[in-house]
């Protein structure tokens, strides 16, 4: 059996190491031909070293010669900046691009590897929030596989195996709450990044532990499960669930309801969407439901959270709303987390650059990539950045 080669796209972060766990666990299975990071070039010339991949890319080009000088003994190719992220992520050398980026950066490298015909293991959500409709239309014309990463859809995707599609009434999406959950809409006013960081479950990278602790995250997923499983936005509800043990559920139109359970570990939808349809036999501890006797849900304070609200009105107005409300989020959190701005000033921007920005229904990639430089401008000029 040949291994099945592999690009990973944000092989430094928290999902791009535990891809390559799943790697080391399955080297008679797997091969990397690329890795990607945008800034940690030594992390990446180790990666590098021990997967003996043909390429690397270093997206901060200001790093290239670092990264060139670290692999100088090799027969590695090293590259560097955006285009050459687009050229390993539609190279003929791999088989399925695995995308971990983070943002917006993530569309057209998935949009490309849609269009190589390479199979699609997601985790940069913003793809499917930001072109939904654009991304999934290439992949039905060109036959390709989009299998998620993030924990909530392929929970989602578990519960519909075997299923038919018109027996399902709703999407049930659980959410912890993030770091925040237990304080009251007052105590909001004082939050600092240090606070909002530090989330009960889930080990994440900064920028979606922020957006889990707004419930922007939330409402990303929202958004991406519209588009992954063709449903209506109305027929998707969000609970808030503390443990974070069911990681979503599906229920349907006999009114049973199946949910799937689990530890809070990324490995295991990583491995389910790399080895799909196969499981693998991890080697993490077995859970126990034992371990949980108490499982309590609730619904979400749209109040409090007033981030699900806007994306669910960035879906229904379709077009560029939902890029337009990633673009200003992203401004927004890269400043609240350099102490720029406050916690309750994400949302703000999120609502400004809605109210202000420009509106194209008809949407193609050029399209999203002008709303994304316009939500960016309106999110800096409410922030006075």
């Known amino acids: 059996m040949n291994r099945e080669r592999v690009t990973l796209l944000g092989s430094t972060g928290s999902i791009g190491r535990q891809t390559l766990d799943i790697v080391r666990r399955h080297p008679e299975r797997f091969s990397v031909t ?3 990071a945008h800034n940690s ?4 010339a180790r990666q590098a070293r ?13 790093l290239y010669p ?3 000088a670290a692999l100088e003994d090799t027969n590695i190719e090293v590259l560097a900046g955006e285009e050459a992220i687009n050229h390993v992520a539609s190279s003929y050398r791999s088989d399925t691009v695995v995308n971990a980026l983070v ?8 949009y490309l590897a849609i269009e190589s015909g390479k199979r699609i293991a997601l985790a940069n959500k913003e793809t499917l929030v930001v072109g939904g409709d654009v991304i999934m239309s290439a992949a039905r014309r060109k036959g390709v596989e989009i299998l998620p990463i993030d924990s909530e859809h392929s929970a989602i995707m578990q519960c519909l195996e075997g299923e038919r599609r018109e027996s399902v009434r709703n999407l049930i999406i ?6 925040l959950r237990n304080l ?3 105590e909001l006013e004082g939050v600092t990044p240090e606070m909002a960081l530090k989330h009960p479950q889930w080990s994440m990278g900064a920028k979606i532990t922020i957006d889990s602790a707004t419930l922007v995250n939330k409402g990303f997923e929202v958004i991406e499960a519209r588009w992954l499983f063709d449903i209506e936005p109305q027929r998707i509800k969000v609970v808030i669930h503390p443990q974070s043990i069911v990681h979503s559920m599906v229920e349907f139109t006999d009114g049973s309801v199946k949910a799937q359970l689990g530890n809070a570990d990324m490995h295991t939808p990583i491995s389910y969407a790399m080895l799909y349809p196969e499981r693998a036999a991890e080697p993490q501890e077995s859970f126990s439901i034992l371990d949980y006797p108490t499982l309590t849900f609730q619904e979400v304070d749209r109040v409090k959270y007033p981030a699900l609200d806007i994306a669910y009105e960035s879906l229904e107005r379709g077009g560029t709303a939902a890029c337009t409300m990633n673009g200003a989020n992203e401004v927004a959190v890269a400043a609240f987390l350099s102490h720029k701005c406050s916690y309750r000033d994400i949302v703000g921007a999120i609502r400004y650059a809605l109210d202000n920005a420009s509106f194209e229904r008809n949407t193609t990639l050029a399209s ?7 939500s960016r401008e309106l999110a800096r000029r409410y922030l006075k950045l």
């Open 34 to 36: 690329s890795l990607v």
């Open 41 to 44: 070039w030594e992390e990446l």
């Open 50 to 62: 021990e997967f003996g991949v043909e390429s690397v890319v270093i997206g901060n080009k200001s």
């Open 66 to 68: 670092q990264l060139k």
């Open 103 to 110: 943002g917006y950066a993530g569309l057209h490298p998935t």
């Open 174 to 179: 659980t959410c912890s709450g993030g770091a």
């Open 184 to 186: 009251s809409i007052d």
């Open 368 to 374: 999203y990539d002008e709303a994304n430089r316009e």
